[in-house]
């Protein structure tokens, strides 16, 4: 008997293996691209690894019942048969009693279940007298006495055990290579996900009837020579500015269900600045304003995209698509958030968090070809987003909050701007300096989050408005604090004002 069963439990187990290959590779490919693939892949994958998978039941894990054929095959005399009643197939669990008669050795009694069918059933209840395989002898020292219930046993865990821990290790093991490039098709998650997404399935319309308008009113290369493009996704109105390279003047051409109009426009721009609006794909734009909804949505839970326009930030800059979105009574202000055209989304966080507000500011120097421990920042201001922030400086983030960073090298000047939903903003001016700053290892969140704590405890503000929040490291404008400080004020709270060492011990409660 001890030949057989890990044979047939072997096979098994490879097919667990394989069953929790297949299901892991459905779930990941699903998982990871896009609905199409999911429908067409990922689900028949999974329920393929389904099928696969071994079942165990209770004759599955037993040896079925076999005559000996040879001449030292071992005699028996069956004493007693018990066959289970729990259904009508063929084979089902039997009890054997018997005497076994070894060839060239003793006969003892012993018990055991094996799989028989009616007919060797039938046989051996009018006939006790037969053989065994071989490999059927039932042990000679028996410690327990064998129950129906043991069957199947612990395989009925076993095999899904295997096939859980294999799709798991799978699908977790390679999580970063489950994408796949295809086309895009947005419409149908458009039409699946409701009213919210509405303006995504039709925004590829619209962008396509601007660009008919544009062509039908200036001819076909005008696409080449935009400006800017808006929707305006809460009315049916959208705009093309359209450069004319010939003069250097710019025509406005508005659409919107049922008619048009076209307009000269005041126009400062160049043809630096324009780009082809026919390169852009319509059918990812839903995909990019899907991503963006999703960027926005862990902070702000009820959003509304309202408005989209592309265009260059600044001369020869790749195109940016700028999605509004009305963030309901979070905030103050519209929420936005910026993505280029192959679908790279920029990152909204809440810069009063900030483990994530250094992380991001530490990769930002990198853009900027400053190390983190070099004595060169002049400045680092951080702003929260709450709209009772307060303004501790003013500076490129004033308005938006984010993550600013003032740099002077011996060979050049600038500063590194990340704002929330922005990509990082990096501007250089080349010139002779002498540095006399401080290096970006010098500062923590621990430490922005222990002067935040006393800042907090000594204007007594509350804890809803601790992402109120407005810090900056810089050099005093007074001579009586030594080196760079931290400062900071909470929720527009007077009484909150604080300016700190870099080691986190308060100097004076303001800011000069």
Do not use: C
């Not at 599955?60 to 009643?85: H, M, N």
């Not at 129950?147 to 055990?161: N, T």
């Not at 399935?201 to 290369?221: C, K, N, S, T, Y």
């Not at 938006?400 to 740099?407: A, D, F, H, K, M």
Request: aromatic share 6%; glycine share 8%; proline share 7%.
């Amino acid at each position: 008997m001890s030949v057989t069963f890990p044979n047939r439990t072997r096979l098994r187990l490879v097919r667990a293996v394989l069953a929790g290959l297949v299901v892991a590779t459905g779930v990941g490919l699903g998982a990871f691209n896009a609905w199409w693939v999911a429908l067409s892949i990922g689900v028949p994958l999974v329920f393929l690894g389904i099928a696969i998978g071994p079942r165990a039941s209770r004759v599955s894990e037993l040896t079925e019942f076999r005559r000996g054929v040879t001449r030292d095959a071992p005699q028996i005399e069956v004493e007693a048969l018990t066959r289970s009643s729990l259904g009508a197939d063929d084979l089902q669990p039997t009890m054997v009693t018997a005497t076994v008669s070894p060839p060239n050795d003793t006969s003892y009694e012993a018990r055991w279940i094996t799989s028989m069918g009616k007919g060797h059933f039938q046989a051996l209840a009018s006939s006790p007298f037969t053989t065994l395989a071989p490999d059927q002898l039932p042990p000679r020292d028996q410690t327990d006495t064998p129950e129906f219930d043991d069957h199947p046993g612990r395989w009925s865990v076993i095999y899904p055990a295997v096939t859980l821990l294999v799709a798991l290790a799978l699908l977790f093991g390679v999580a970063g290579s489950w994408k796949i490039s295809g086309p895009s098709l947005p419409s149908f998650g458009s039409a699946v996900d409701g009213d919210a997404d509405e303006n995504e399935a039709a925004l590829a319309e619209r962008h396509q009837r601007l660009l008919d308008e544009i062509v039908d009113r200036l001819g076909p290369d005008a696409t080449r020579n935009v400006l800017r493009l808006n929707y305006n996704l809460d009315s049916s109105s959208d705009q093309a500015i359209v450069f004319d390279p010939t003069n250097g003047r710019a025509t406005s051409i508005n659409v919107w269900d049922g008619g048009s109009n076209a307009s000269a426009v005041p126009n400062m721009d160049r043809a630096d600045k324009t780009f082809d609006a026919a390169t852009i794909n319509p059918g990812s734009l839903g995909d990019i304003t899907h991503s963006m909804s999703a960027e926005v949505s862990p902070a702000v839970a009820e959003t509304e995209l309202d408005r989209v326009q592309i265009q260059r930030p600044a001369p020869n800059e790749p195109m940016v698509i700028t999605g509004t979105f009305d963030p309901g009574d979070a905030f103050v202000r519209d929420v936005e958030i910026e993505a280029h055209t192959d679908g790279t989304v920029a990152e909204f966080f809440d810069p009063a968090d900030f483990d994530t507000a250094f992380t991001i500011a530490r990769d930002a120097l990198s853009l900027a070809g400053i190390a983190p421990d070099a004595p060169v920042l002049d400045e680092f201001v951080i702003r929260g987003i709450a709209d009772n922030t307060p303004i501790i400086s003013a500076s490129s983030i004033q308005n938006s909050g984010g993550v600013l960073i003032r740099y002077t090298t011996p060979s050049r000047s600038g500063q590194v701007v990340i704002a929330p939903g922005k990509f990082p903003e990096v501007t250089d001016r080349v010139g002779r300096h002498r540095p006399d700053g401080f290096d970006f290892d010098a500062i923590s969140p621990q430490l922005f989050d222990r002067v935040r704590d006393d800042a907090m405890k000594r204007g007594s503000v509350p804890e809803y408005d601790r992402g109120a929040v407005a810090m900056d490291v810089s050099e005093p404008l007074l001579d009586d604090a030594p080196g760079h400080v931290v400062r900071i004020e909470m929720a527009r709270v007077e009484a909150s004002k604080g300016m700190y060492t870099l080691d986190g011990e308060l100097i004076k409660a303001a800011h000069y």
